[in-house]
């Protein structure tokens, strides 16, 4: 086995080690309030000496040396530990708790005292732990004296550090008392013993370090769907210029970084753009701009007229090359960056090549590449420019490859842009765009595109549907992927437009040096009045008819043609150019019903021929209100008098509103399948018509909410009927019981269009709100909704009482506004689908503001107050969508406003902790997150400001109050021992006297040599057989032994004499019993030896000495003393007589029973002799077969029982 003693010595010390280190990790990785680094050293120090501990400790501070870069002079400290536990260890201090705890007591003020001078003079005074050093920091704002602090502050670490390593260690040496372990540790001492005076082999201790490595995925970006066909009418066009955001009015170039930003170049400067405001950058190295490219990684290259190029990095300026540092001239025309990472920089001057390999370098100057106007670069290194002269440039790795001029003599190439398929377009001055093969490094051409009306192309920009999108002088156009041309109308903005770009919502963008800056942007509905260019109107109802779309307004009737995008005039606009149309129908035989509200209804049938039904012979005034055809065929009108039926343009029922039950003017007309006809009138209810009479009036009694009723819709997914009235929604059933729709979120409505199965459209004055009919009907307190609104591109206000027209070839609905016309198509609108881009560029604490850098958590001073965020949604789009905002740990809930409305967000008071900032933009229904992101906000706090802190410093004063008394009861407990001690020796002493007395009585009376001895047996069997407890049964034994003491003060001549006593000499004798008590009076280290002495002679009759006692009165230790006594005077051989017959004893203790023996103990004693437990014979050494006590002990038997018996 001993070869197995010094390895396994060696894996204590690695062990040991690797505790001291992985303390020191624990404690640095959770930033614990104690060091741990010394475990292994106190340990070893306690196993193996404060040598071997030492050089344990010393190599452990080598280790963090290495590893942590912690100062190799505090190994002193290491030692300073090893050496406090060995020696106390060896002088036997750390035998107990108390002894542990108070060296770890010892050697944490050590440790304070030697770390205090190497932290002021190696740490400025830093313990090095976070919580040593705020105890500094809070006594120095006590403005305690700086000793002091940091004497604390490193005692606090010490103390809690060095009492929890010696906890460990108690542990240990607990765990260390089991046998296996036990016998391990005896033979790492046996190592020891052999090894003292030998640091070597401790010193060469190796320590193993372990390396992981990290991993990283990448994550590929998201690919967009390519889309159908752009209808560029569907987009929304707003102008910016100084009149609405863009103080200088024109704009050079744009440009969008990673976050969504866009840049706006001028000849007035840079301007930034979120979606909301335009703000101009104060750079002092840009003050107009020509030019500006993002690269791969979001750096902003800034070309500048006059000014050189600056490169901006988060907005702020990080480079700027000009000519001084080597540009060839400080006017920049264009920038691009190849796909090898070289930037190409067209100049005025000449082309200049740089790149960013180890710094912004210069790799190339192309002189003959002058004025390079526009560029462009795929993804094999190669870079098209078009120079202001007109010729084209292919380069590559920094040189030239190719050069192209157009060889018409009257165009020249004005731009240029790469496909995807790696082909190069090249625009011409004049209609045309070539498209080359430049793979081989030349211009192989392939095919040229004709612009159309366009000319003089300035940009080209390939959309993700494959779509070229082009800008000219003259406006802007499309190549669709069919090679086929269509001009984009931009209205007004059509003049010298330079660039176009599509943002990441897919807004496309278009700058002009003399009109600003227009934004495109997708919209759910179309303004039909805006794209055709006709001016406003107010449209109150809609038909198509005969190919045509026409909107009747209340200054007459506009057409346009069935693809919306131009406007048709004809004699019938023309006649009804000033009349006010309220309603329009066309009916199954294709006739077009017209009413006026000047000259009645008008039937015009497809070639042209008109019936008017006017006047009052016609029934209903010249104000003609509703139209609609029945399942029959039969027109059925109403206007400002009653109701007509008409039927091949005859007049064949009415109903005049004098003669019958209506009173008010009818708005809306429904029919049921049973034939019966529901008229809402405006202010008397729904008048039920059948067979062409009003039968009856449904009104407030019959559960409408209103009587004014806008609107009665059939429901399509039931019997029932949908009615609209002035102050809500209401169903009425299949057996005309209407009931309100409460749960509607909105009251102010007009209509309601139902694209089957069970989603309705409600027009109302605050826009379309979106339901599922079931969840409606449901009776829901609340249901959910979508509201398509000014936010969501209807950029006007539906006409009130006014009729929507569905195309069902086509899904579109043509809504009546005050504005003119808007469609929207019902099958693909979106919903809530944008995406967007959120951050909180900068923020401002007290006052001062800071930028938020991204990816960072914003830290905030301890004694900042007012925290001011400044979020940013970054949205283009015509909506304004909701955005919440929360601090979470600090807000209880969201805070949702509309984007328009969201501002400076202010926080007061921040109480120190961790926060996250969320920003998020919401659904129409504020409920759902449709995008995301959040900041990671810290207040800083102070370690001593924090609420467990006060419990930390009570850690100090606690731990000296606990030890202190501990101490105190430690003391206190070690003098009781001491004085238990001293009185048990006492005790025992005063037993061996009371033995030497009791044997010297005997001795004097010859005549009783062992009688104190037998009389203190008897007694103690007696008592134990009474059920008294081992203390009781001792103490009257030893007042057995002492019951005869005062024969002591009896002459000789009495005590020993041979014959019959005199009275004299018997009275004599009787008073040993009072001698004795006087003798054993001041005896206190026994109880009870008095009374045994004193009344061992009294009788239950009251007939014995010295006082004549009866009963009870008698001590219960002299009764049982008495018995005892009696049984051996009887029993044992005196020199005067030999031992009596043992039945004639027996026979005595039974007629003494009651009278001169207590019947109780009396009956024990027999019982004993009964049982064997009192055996004379043993108790004499008597043969057995000389023993008289057997044959009469069964008799005693039935004595013994017969009183019991008795008795009972």
């Known amino acids: 086995m001993k070869k197995y003693k010094f390895p396994l010595f060696c894996v204590w010390v690695v062990l040991c080690l690797l505790m001291n280190y992985g303390g020191r990790m624990l404690s640095t990785h959770l930033a614990l309030p104690v060091w741990l680094d010394a475990i292994g050293t106190v340990l070893y120090a306690y196993v193996a000496g404060p040598l071997c501990g030492a050089v344990l400790g010393l190599t452990s501070n080598l280790i963090y040396y290495v590893t942590f870069g912690h100062n190799w ?66 006594m120095q704002e006590l403005s305690l004296p700086y000793v002091l602090c940091l004497s604390t502050g490193q005692l606090y670490v010490e103390m809690l550090d060095k009492l929890l390593i010696m906890l460990l260690l108690y542990i240990a040496v607990c765990i260390s008392k089991i046998p296996r372990i036990r016998r391990m540790l005896r033979e790492i001492k046996v190592i020891r013993r052999k090894t003292d005076g030998n640091t070597t082999q401790a010193a060469k201790t190796l320590a193993l370090l372990l390396a992981a490595g990290i991993c990283a995925a990448a994550v590929p970006a998201p690919v967009r769907a390519e889309t159908e066909k752009t209808d560029f009418n569907d987009y929304v066009q707003t102008i910016y210029s100084s009149t609405n955001g863009l103080p200088c009015g024109e704009a050079n170039d744009i440009a969008q970084t990673n976050d969504g930003i866009l840049w706006i170049g001028t000849y007035a400067g840079l ?94 100057t192309l002189a003959e590449i002058y004025y390079a106007d526009d560029m462009d670069a795929d993804r094999e290194g190669h870079v098209a420019t078009v120079t202001s002269g007109g010729t084209l440039y292919l380069l590559q790795g920094g040189t ?139 449209v109150n109802t809609t038909a198509l008819w005969q190919g045509t779309y026409y909107f009747g307004t209340d200054k007459g009737l506009d057409a346009v043609d069935a693809a919306c995008r131009n406007r048709v005039t004809n004699e ?57 055809q029945l399942s029959d065929g039969t027109i059925l009108a109403a206007g400002d008098t009653g109701i007509i039926y008409i039927r091949d343009h005859k007049i064949v029922n009415r109903i005049l509103y004098s003669s019958g039950m209506i009173h008010s003017m009818i708005l809306t007309l429904t029919e049921l399948d ?84 069970d989603t309705l459209f409600v027009m109302s004055s605050a826009g379309i709100y979106v339901v599922n009919r079931n969840e409606l009907l449901s009776g829901k307190a609340e249901i959910s909704y979508e509201l398509l609104d000014s936010r969501r591109g209807l950029n006007s206000s539906l006409t009130a009482n006014s009729w929507t027209f569905f195309n069902k070839e086509t899904d579109e609905l043509f809504l009546a506004c005050d504005t003119g016309a808007f469609v929207i198509n019902t099958a693909r609108y979106s919903s809530d689908s944008q995406t967007y881009r959120m951050s909180v560029p900068s923020v401002r604490m007290d006052g001062v503001m800071h930028r938020m850098e991204r990816g960072m958590p914003l830290t905030i001073g301890r004694g900042v107050h007012k925290l001011e965020l400044y979020p940013e949604v970054v949205n283009y789009t015509i909506q304004d969508p909701n955005v919440g905002y929360k601090l979470e740990g600090f807000d209880r809930g969201w805070t949702i406003v509309p984007q328009n409305s969201l501002g400076t967000i202010t926080y007061t ?171 054993l009076k001041d005896f206190t280290l026994l109880k009870h030896v008095t009374e045994g002495a004193e009344f061992h002679h009294e009788r239950p009759d009251g007939k014995g000495y010295p006082k004549g006692l009866k009963g009870d009165e008698i001590p219960l230790y002299a009764r049982i003393i008495g018995v005892a006594d009696a049984f051996d005077a009887m029993t044992a051989t005196r020199v005067y007589r030999k031992q009596m017959d043992f039945s004639y004893v027996l026979g005595e203790l039974e007629k003494g029973r009651g009278t001169q023996f207590d019947s109780k103990y009396v009956d024990i004693l027999l019982n004993l002799i009964h049982t064997g437990e009192i055996d004379i014979n043993k108790m004499y050494g008597i043969p057995a077969e000389e023993s008289t006590q057997a044959e009469p002990a069964e008799k005693a038997a039935g004595a013994a029982d017969a009183p019991q018996g008795k008795e009972a």
């Open 400 to 538: 030239v490859l190719s050069s192209r001029q157009m060889t018409d003599g009257k165009t020249v190439f004005k731009s240029c842009e790469f496909d995807t398929n790696g082909h190069l377009m090249a625009a011409t001055t004049g209609h045309e765009i070539y498209e080359f093969d430049i793979s081989r490094g030349w211009f192989d051409e392939i095919g040229v595109l004709s612009t159309g009306t366009l000319e003089s192309i300035k940009d080209i920009d390939r959309m993700d549907t494959g779509e070229l999108l082009i800008t000219a002088d003259n406006g802007v156009g499309v190549i669709r992927q069919d090679g086929t041309f269509d001009r984009v109308n931009t209205n007004k903005f059509n003049n010298s437009i330079d660039k176009v770009m599509e943002d990441y919502q897919g807004n496309l963008w278009f700058t002009s040096s003399r009109l600003g800056l227009l934004r495109l942007a997708p919209s759910d509905f179309r303004d039909i009045y805006t794209t055709v260019g006709m001016d406003n109107r107010v």
């Open 909 to 1079: 008071n921040l109480p120190e902790g961790e926060y996250s900032f969320r920003l998020a933009v919401f659904d129409n229904n504020q409920e759902n997150i449709l995008a995301e992101r959040s900041y990671e906000i810290i207040k800083d706090m102070e370690l001593h400001d924090r609420p467990g802190f006060v419990i930390y410093l009570l850690t100090i004063p606690l731990f000296s109050v606990g030890w202190l008394i501990w101490l105190y009861f430690k003391r206190r407990n070690q003098r009781v021992e001491r004085e238990l001690a001293e009185a048990n020796r006492r005790v025992e002493m005063g037993k061996q006297t009371v033995a030497a007395i009791a044997k010297a009585v005997d001795a004097k009376d010859e005549r009783t040599g062992g009688h104190s001895q037998r009389v203190a047996e008897y007694s103690r069997l007696i008592a134990k057989a009474c059920g008294m407890n081992k203390d009781e049964c001792q103490e009257i034994e030893w007042a057995a032994r002492l019951h005869d003491i005062g024969k002591i003060a009896i002459p000789d001549a009495i005590l020993n004499k041979d014959g019959r006593l005199t009275d004299e000499e018997y009275a004599r004798m009787k008073s040993h019993t009072l001698e004795g008590a006087e003798i």
């Open 73 to 138: 002079i505090y190994g002193i400290i290491s030692i300073l530990i090893a050496v406090i536990v060995g020696i106390a260890a060896h002088r036997k201090k750390m035998d107990d708790l108390f002894g542990i705890m108070t060296v770890g007591g010892i050697m944490a003020l050590a440790c304070t005292a030697a770390c205090v001078p190497l932290n002021y003079f190696m740490n400025n005074g830093s313990t090095g732990n976070i919580w040593g050093d705020a105890v500094i920091g809070y």
């Open 674 to 757: 049973n034939g019966i006809v529901l008229a809402g009138t405006d202010g008397n209810g729904i008048a039920v018509l059948r067979d062409g009479k009003a039968e009856r009036m449904l009104t407030r009694a019959d559960g409408l909410g209103s009587e004014v009723v806008l609107r009665t819709i059939r429901d399509p997914g039931g019997d029932g009927v949908f009615i609209v009235t002035s102050n809500g929604l209401c169903y009425m059933d299949t057996d005309a019981s209407i009931r309100k729709l409460d749960n509607f979120p909105y009251f102010n409505n007009y209509d309601i269009w139902i694209r089957e199965p």
């Open 572 to 628: 019938l606009t023309e006649q009804m150019k000033e009349s006010r149309i309220r309603c329009m129908i066309t009916d199954s035989d294709d006739h077009l019903w017209i009413c006026t509200y000047n000259n009645g209804l008008f039937e015009v049938e497809p070639d042209g021929t008109q019936h008017q039904y006017s006047g009052i012979s016609a029934g209903f005034g010249n104000r003609a209100r509703v139209v609609t």
């Open 271 to 364: 301007y930034r753009y979120n979606g909301r405001e335009f703000r101009w950058m104060d750079y002092e190295s840009v003050r107009n701009v020509n030019t500006l490219y993002v690269d791969e990684e979001g750096r902003l290259w800034i070309g500048t007229n006059d000014n050189g190029l600056s490169i901006a990095i988060n907005e702020q300026i990080v480079n700027v090359i000009d000519q001084a540092s080597g540009l060839p001239s400080n006017s920049v025309r264009d920038i691009v960056c190849s796909s090898d990472g070289y930037y190409y920089i067209g100049t005025t001057s000449s082309m200049q090549v740089l790149t960013m390999n180890y710094g912004l370098r210069q790799v190339n």
